[in-house]
């Protein structure tokens, strides 16, 4: 379910159609629901322990070697099941071979340099001559293409994959047509999650004590191991 979806099914189980307002289709424009929705995806990670400094998240990017590529953006809508605010969590950067005919190997783990570090030891980073990477390194803001680049040194000499070891949470929806892991594989559970915060929010004690228990058994089905899994297993995006 995309957040669209889920807003409507919440609105129609709480009963609650002020919460969203009427545009072009119904219940398009939030009023109230997006909250209780995303206060449901943190109870839920919460409640499985998914915190950001103990989840692991693995990104594998496919990365082609033309045009002197050396950097890589992380773009968040890139991806299937998006981190939020993964650019900022990486931890590891490891480069693996490219041959698309059998399983991509490790080659090796990068090394990772300050900013200032590559700028003294490749000062036309630019221009470098290509080889095979060996150190990684963000890129400053204000001279990225956007805020999540991460750099390799030097410059590809063919073609790899590259892959990220960082943590994070799931990221949070805000368009209509967003969707995420929760929204996509357990959507049933999400919602439960979304209308057991919003009753214990206007104390509807016979409501909650009904929701919480039916919430706590679908919890039980979602293993945490499962979860990172659907997480960290998503399809290669090529660059």
Known sequence: MNLLTLRQSFIEA???????????????????????????QNYLENELDLKEETNVISIVRALTSSAHDYYIDLDDN??????????????KVWLKDYDSTAE???????????WEWIIENYPDYLN???????????????????????????????NYRVEFWGTGRTRKLSANIDTNLWGDKYPLVLLEAAKYCFFMLY?????????KSRLDDLIRNVDNNTVEFEISNKEEAVI
């Open 14 to 40: 709480v009963g609650r159609p002020d919460l969203a307002t009427t545009v072009t289709a119904s219940y398009d424009t939030d009023a109230g629901a997006d909250k209780f929705i995303q206060e449901g």
């Open 78 to 91: 890139t991806l299937i099941y998006a981190i939020e605010d993964f650019h900022k969590q990486v931890k």
């Open 104 to 114: 991509p190997q490790y080659i090796t783990e990068l090394e990772y340099k300050s």
């Open 128 to 158: 470098e001559d290509v080889d095979e990477p060996i150190y990684w390194t963000f890129r400053p803001s204000q001279l990225a293409i956007n805020d999540r680049d991460i750099i390799l040194m030097p410059p590809i000499d063919q």
């Open 203 to 211: 104390s509807m004690d016979a409501k909650d004590n009904s929701c």
